[in-house]
């Protein structure tokens, strides 16, 4: 198995430290364990937690509060996993063979596109459509059902999506069920960033809508703690299984801290408190970025997220985006992510789920660049 480069990530592995504004997470500001615990008994007690081999898939507790999240599931529904990505490893591990399809909606986190492929798969793109008239991403199912095979093993979501913040709603998502019963297909549903909704409607789950239905997610963006590497596979309990052994040849089981704390998160009073910090901070932060596209009159254009810290902008200079966003960083120490890593040139992807201070002064520095690029298009690489 050969695996091609992640670029996204390779990119942020490598420069997310060293940028003095890293305006490429999709996440809110991340919580301490004192923000998270906010007691001195409660973190006393993380203290005295033995640093042992948990249970692998994840402590009975910690498991049950998971398939709380999901109406109809139970412990044996949940695997727990080092993140979503883990979650989204295994998961296309134990589901592709080689010679199947995959088709997937895009733009979208890639790491299932790179898995795919690496498993021998053939992937093809299912384009969210961006509708300005409508004001939002939206699916178009009738082009999911001319993508659909005999030879289809699965299909791939983002819900909310990432990059674009687009929601799919409960009648997509009976309509993508639908699509892959017809020819036998699983549905893997990544939905990491449910919960992260300004208006406070959570997005519809793909959970429930039909018995090959797989749904990752995790605490890393709604719930701001990226940090624990928690994330979970919620499927049916012989797959779940199936999973839980898949796990024990990659990272075996959770950190004990981090089973711990998470727990602690997916308490529901804690739960529902933490889903409005996100909110709060997304409500606060994305009028700033709003401001600060439309004061570059036609540069960008743009559908504002309907959930996530995130905005995906069209832009009209003359340069490829990873030179631009090569040019920030090497210039202003500022970090984004170009549309070349969705497969779609003159896009960013601008995180911003930090403090407004933050956020503006990052953009200070985007605006910079911009300037300078407009002053001298001519001087602008192209590639």
Not at 206 to 215: C, F, P, Q, S
Not at 370 to 380: D, I, N, Q
Request: aromatic fraction near 8%; include cysteine.
């Amino acid at each position: 198995m050969k695996l091609e480069q992640f670029a996204m990530e390779r990119m942020q592995s490598t420069y997310e430290n060293q940028v003095e504004y890293n305006l490429s997470e999709s996440g809110v500001r991340p919580l301490s364990a004192r923000e998270l615990l906010g007691d001195a008994a409660a973190l006393e007690a993380l203290l005295d937690q033995p640093l042992m081999y948990t249970q692998s898939n994840g402590t009975p507790e910690l498991r049950a509060a998971v398939a709380a999240l999901y109406p109809g599931a139970t412990v044996d529904h949940v695997e727990v996993t080092n993140g979503g990505s883990e979650a989204n490893y295994i998961a296309t591990w134990r589901l592709i063979e080689p010679g199947d399809e995959v088709v997937m909606l895009l733009p979208n986190y890639m790491q299932t596109w790179g898995l795919a492929r690496a498993f021998g798969a053939t992937v093809r793109a299912w384009p969210l459509v961006e509708d300005h008239a409508a004001g939002r991403w939206r699916a178009d199912l009738d082009a999911l059902g001319t993508l659909i095979t005999s030879r289809t093993k699965l299909i791939v979501l983002c819900n909310p999506n990432n990059p674009t913040g687009a929601r799919l709603t409960a009648t997509d998502l009976d309509a993508v069920a639908r699509a892959a019963e017809k020819v036998g297909a699983w549905v893997l549903s990544d939905e990491i960033y449910r919960g992260a909704e300004p208006d406070g409607h959570e997005t519809a789950s793909m959970w429930g809508r039909g018995d090959r239905v797989i749904v990752t997610s995790g605490l890393s963006k709604a719930y701001g703690l990226p940090g624990l590497r928690i994330g979970w596979i919620v499927a049916p309990p012989p797959v779940a299984a199936t999973l839980w052994s898949y796990h024990d040849y990659t990272t075996i089981a959770p950190g004990a801290l981090s089973d711990r704390l998470a727990r602690a998160a997916l308490d529901p009073a804690r739960r529902q408190s933490l889903l409005e910090r996100a909110r709060t901070i997304i409500r606060a932060n994305r009028p700033i970025l709003a401001r600060w596209l439309a004061g570059h009159g036609d540069v960008f254009a743009w559908i504002p997220p309907e959930a996530g810290a995130i905005g995906y902008v069209r832009y009209t200079h003359e340069i490829n985006s990873t030179a631009l966003v090569t040019r920030l960083r090497e210039e202003k120490s500022v970090l984004i992510v170009p549309g070349d890593h969705f497969g779609m040139d003159r896009y960013l992807r601008i995180g911003f789920g930090e403090s407004p201070s933050y956020v503006t002064q990052g953009l200070a520095r985007v605006h910079d660049v911009l300037e300078a690029l407009a002053a001298a298009p001519s001087a602008a690489p192209k590639r």
